[in-house]
């Protein structure tokens, strides 16, 4: 297993998260500022890609080009067009506001599955933090289904490449809660069979965002300095087994996501608001363009 070499690209002055890779540069989220902010490789530089974000948080493409994020601030999930208003996606539940939308990942279907956490500490909207799919309709709308009663506070997600399984981080917050790296099989209708646990965090900080390597294995950050073993970046295959880790030298890494030319360099965001990049892990993603 070969050392990783970690190349700031950028440094925000809080959380980072989102990296989603279009094409030519890396669009990511700078949360508290509700920014989109572009990276562009031929001159080194970020930029302000999109303003009033409503604390944007996840980010995806889907496989026709469109930008999908988590607005949490703003409650709802959002389709962004370069120069054109944001179009709202859904931003409730049965007449309910959703919690803090965090991240999202897009199936074959064109089906949105996307998480609901609280973190932000508001009240609770809606009841609990589960899980929720957006479900487009012939006149151009989406609905919206609950699939999850069983989750505590999910964060990062991902759903398998054949369609077949949904993988969720459930990463609750605070002393003596274990969080865990968790699946569920997607029956043929979209609702989900029983969970099942592939990896248990013990008292460290789990995961909060992942995504696919070519491998079909996940790449994940997770782990903090404060507890547990540390700030890393985790490779598991689909049973939950860990096959690599990559201690990050910046504390509490959020996301990652891989993108450049060869869609062989993976981009790691940070609560401590650092992106970096690693062209020399020896992986390469997935392509979602």
Known sequence: MTEWTFETIAERDSLTEGPAWDGSGLLYSH?????????????????VWRED??????????????????????????????????????DNFEGLPFNEPNDLAIDALGRIWFTDPNYGGRPLSLPSEQVYRADPQSNGGYTVVRV?????RPNGILISPSGDRLFVADTPTGEKIHPRFVSYPINLDGSLGEQSTLHDFGWGRGIDGMCWDTDNNIVASAGSHHYGPGPMIYV??????????????????????FGGPGNDELFITYGTGIVHRVTDSGLKGRPTL
């Open 236 to 257: 598991f295959n689909t049973d939950g087994r860990v096959l690599e880790t990559h201690p990050t030298p910046s504390d509490t890494p959020t996301n990652c996501q």
């Open 31 to 47: 949360c508290a500022a509700d920014l989109t902010m572009r990276w562009d490789p031929q001159t080194g530089e970020s930029t």
């Open 148 to 152: 999850t009663q069983d989750m505590r």
């Open 53 to 90: 974000t409503g604390g944007a948080n996840g980010m995806v493409f889907d496989h026709h080009g469109r930008l999908f994020a988590c607005e949490g601030k703003s409650r709802r999930i959002v389709e962004y067009v370069a120069g054109e208003p944001t179009r709202v996606i859904v």
